[in-house]
Nanobody, 115 residues
C-alpha cells in the first residue's frame, strides 16, 4: 500500500504564489515519475508537470515559465512551486506517483486563485 500526503493548497490572489508538496510512503520500491495533475469543475484531469527519477521534467504549455517541479528522492517527495498564479489555475491539484508496482493518486489539494 502506498500513501500520498499532499499539502500547500489554499486561496491566493492573482499574481501570487503557492508551493505544493506531496510525500509518498508505504510499499514503494522504485519510483519512476512523480507529478501533478489538476482538475477544474466540469473539466477533465490534465497533466500539469511531472519529473522522472533522473530529473527530467515535462510541463503543460499553460504553466511553462510559471511553475517549477522538483523532487527529493531521499524523502520520496515532490514539490510544485507555482508563481504568477491566474484565476484559470483554480482547480483541485492531484499528486501522482508511478513506480515499479503501479500508479497512485493523492486525494487532491484545492488551489483557488481569486481577488
Amino acid at each position: 500500500q502506498v500513501q500520498l500526503v499532499e499539502s500547500g493548497g489554499g486561496l491566493v490572489q492573482p499574481g501570487g504564489s503557492l508551493r505544493l508538496s506531496c510525500a509518498a510512503s508505504g510499499s514503494i520500491f522504485s519510483i519512476y515519475y512523480m507529478g501533478w495533475y489538476r482538475q477544474a469543475p466540469g473539466k477533465q484531469r490534465d497533466l500539469v508537470a511531472r519529473i522522472s527519477n533522473t530529473g527530467s521534467t515535462n510541463y503543460a504549455d499553460f504553466v511553462k515559465g510559471r511553475f517549477t517541479i522538483s523532487r527529493d528522492n531521499a524523502k520520496n517527495t515532490v514539490y510544485l512551486q507555482m508563481n504568477s498564479l491566474k484565476p484559470e489555475d483554480t482547480a483541485l491539484y492531484y499528486c501522482n506517483v508511478v513506480g515499479s508496482l503501479g500508479g497512485y493518486w493523492g486525494q487532491g489539494t484545492q488551489v483557488t486563485v481569486s481577488s
